[in-house]
C-alpha cells in the first residue's frame, strides 16, 4: 500500500493546504493499491511562485551545469529503474516485460536524448549585425496522462530541464506512482530548489489551475482532445504558449504489394501492444478489398495469439486502466457490431478466467467502413478494424477522413511507392514498413491531435523563446 499525501514544492515534501486524498487502484486486481492527495488552486499556486522564484537563477545557469544536471539524474535513474519499472506495473497494469523493456526504458531514454541535444544545441546565431538568441520562455505546467506514465513525464521534464526552465508537473491522479519515484530521483539527483515541483490532483481543479495561473508561461498537454480543449480555453486568457499531444486514429494502409503477414501480424501486435492504450496505435487497417479475406484470416491468428493476464504471468497484455475504460471499450465494440462490422477475433466480455481485474479479449472488426463509430473514435483498448479500398488514391483519401492526424503507418515492398503515400498522409509521424522507433524524431500531430513537437531537437524548441538583438555586430 503506497501512501503518497505529500506534494513537492520548493525542494521539499510538504503538506497539502487542504487534506484530500483518493484511492489508487490496481486495474489487474480491481484493489486498493495507494492513496495521493488531491490538490487545490492554492497548492498550484505556491507551486508556480516556488518555480518562478528558481527560474531567476536557473534560467542563468550553464549550459555545462545543465549537462552536469542530466548527467545526474540519469545516473540516479538507473538506480530507480527496477523501482520504476515496478511502479507503472502496479498503476496501471503493464505487463512486467513491457514495464521493465519498454515503458521505464522510455523515461531514461529521453533523458538521455535531451542530453545528447544540449550537448551540441545553437542557443545563439548572429545574422549579419543581428544575434538571435533562444532563451527559456519561464514557468512550465506540465500536464501527464496514464497510458505512458513516465514517458510522457521524461519527455516533457527532460527538456524543460535542458533549456533552463523551471515547471509543475500535475501527473495523472490514475497513475501517480511513477511521478512520485520520478521526484524522489530529481530530489536525489539535486535539482535545484523550485525548479520543479509536483503537485497530485484531477484535471478540473489541478490542472485547470495550472492552465489559468497567469504566472506560468507556457503548459504542455497530453490527453485527450477533448480535455485538451479545456486545457487551451483556460490558457487564452494569458495568452501562454500552449503545447498539445492529443488524440488518435491512426491508419495502416498495405499497399498492394506488401508482404500481408508480416504487415497484418505487425499491425494487429502494433494494436494490442499495452492494451492498445496508446495514442499513436495503428488503429485502422486499410487493405484491398481483393485481399480482405486473407487479411482477416491473418488477423484472426494473430490476435488469438495475444495472450491476455495478470502482469506478473508473462501475458502479451494486461488489464485497461479503469473500469469506465473498460465500459467505454465494451460499448463501443457493441456498437461496432451494431453497425454492421464483422467480429474476426475477440469480442464484448472478458477473457475467460479473467473475471476479476479490467480484462479486454484482443479484438478485431472487419469489413469496417470510415463512417462507422469504431472507425471514427477513438477507443483506447485492443480493438482493431480493418477497412477495404479499391485503389491507393481510395486507400489515402480514407486515411486522411479523420480529425485526427497523430500518426500513420505504410508497408509496401516499391520504396518508392511507400515514401509517395507518406508524403500524402496528413499525420505528424509516419511510419514504413515497421520502422524502429527514434527518439530523436519528432512526435505530436496534425488538426486535432495537437500542436507543437516532443522528442529530440524539436522539443526544445517548445521551451524556448526566440530574442532577436539588433546592432550586436556594431
Not at 477533448?226 to 498539445?244: F, W
Not at 464484448?348 to 469496417?368: F, I, N
Request: proline fraction near 6%.
Amino acid at each position: 500500500m503506497r501512501d503518497y499525501l505529500k506534494f513537492y514544492i520548493d525542494g521539499a515534501w510538504v503538506d497539502p493546504a487542504v487534506p484530500r486524498t483518493l484511492d489508487v487502484t490496481n486495474p489487474a486486481t480491481e484493489g486498493v493499491a495507494g492513496r495521493i492527495s488531491l490538490g487545490s488552486a492554492e497548492d498550484v499556486d505556491r507551486a508556480v511562485r516556488a518555480a518562478r522564484r528558481a527560474f531567476a537563477s536557473y534560467s542563468q545557469t550553464t549550459v555545462a551545469e545543465r549537462i552536469a544536471l542530466l548527467e545526474r539524474v540519469i545516473a540516479e535513474y538507473k538506480t530507480r529503474y527496477a523501482d520504476m519499472a515496478a511502479a507503472i506495473t502496479e498503476e496501471m497494469g503493464a505487463p512486467a516485460m513491457l514495464a521493465q523493456k519498454a515503458q521505464a526504458a522510455m523515461g531514461v531514454g529521453h533523458l538521455q536524448t535531451a542530453l545528447a541535444v544540449l550537448k551540441d544545441y545553437a542557443f545563439e546565431e548572429q545574422r549579419g549585425g543581428t544575434l538571435i538568441r533562444k532563451e527559456p520562455i519561464g514557468v512550465c505546467g506540465l500536464i501527464t496522462p496514464w497510458n505512458w506514465p513516465v514517458n510522457q513525464i521524461a519527455c516533457k521534464v527532460a527538456p524543460a530541464l535542458a533549456t533552463g526552465c523551471t515547471m509543475v508537473l500535475k501527473p495523472s491522479e490514475i497513475a501517480p506512482f511513477s511521478a512520485q519515484i520520478w521526484t524522489e530521483i530529481l530530489h536525489a539527483a539535486g535539482v535545484p530548489a523550485g525548479v520543479f515541483n509536483l503537485v497530485n490532483g484531477d484535471g478540473p481543479t489541478v490542472g485547470a489551475a495550472i492552465s489559468s495561473h497567469p504566472e506560468v508561461d507556457m503548459v504542455s498537454f497530453t490527453g485527450s482532445t477533448r480535455a485538451g480543449v479545456e486545457v487551451a480555453r483556460n490558457a487564452a486568457p494569458t495568452v501562454k504558449r500552449v503545447h498539445q499531444e492529443l488524440g488518435g486514429k491512426s491508419p495502416n494502409i498495405l499497399l498492394p504489394d506488401a508482404d500481408f503477414q508480416r504487415a497484418v501480424t505487425a499491425g494487429v501486435k502494433g494494436v494490442m501492444s499495452n492494451s492498445g492504450q496508446s495514442c499513436n496505435a495503428p488503429t485502422r487497417m486499410l487493405v484491398p478489398h481483393a485481399r480482405m479475406d486473407e487479411v482477416l484470416a491473418i488477423a484472426k491468428t494473430a490476435a488469438e495469439s495475444v495472450t491476455v493476464g495478470d502482469p506478473a504471468s508473462g501475458a502479451s497484455i494486461g488489464p485497461v486502466i479503469s473500469a469506465a475504460q473498460w465500459d467505454k471499450i465494451q460499448t463501443l465494440i457493441s456498437k461496432g457490431l451494431d453497425e454492421g462490422a464483422t467480429l474476426v477475433a475477440g469480442g464484448p466480455g472478458k477473457p475467460a478466467g479473467l473475471e476479476r481485474g479490467y480484462y479486454v479479449k484482443p479484438t478485431v472488426l472487419g469489413r469496417v467502413n470510415n463512417q462507422m463509430t469504431v472507425a471514427r473514435e477513438e477507443i483506447f483498448g485492443p480493438v482493431l478494424t480493418i477497412l477495404g479500398y479499391d485503389t491507393v488514391d481510395e486507400a489515402v483519401a480514407i486515411a486522411n477522413d479523420t480529425p485526427y492526424g497523430l500518426a500513420a503507418y505504410v508497408s509496401g515492398s516499391d520504396a518508392g511507392q511507400v515514401r509517395q503515400v507518406a508524403g500524402r498522409l496528413r499525420a505528424g509521424q509516419v511510419n514504413l514498413n515497421s520502422a524502429a522507433p527514434d527518439l530523436m524524431a519528432p512526435f505530436g500531430g496534425f488538426k486535432q491531435s495537437g500542436n507543437g513537437r516532443e522528442w529530440g531537437e524539436h522539443a526544445f524548441g517548445e521551451f524556448l523563446e526566440v530574442k532577436a538583438v539588433l546592432g550586436w555586430g556594431q
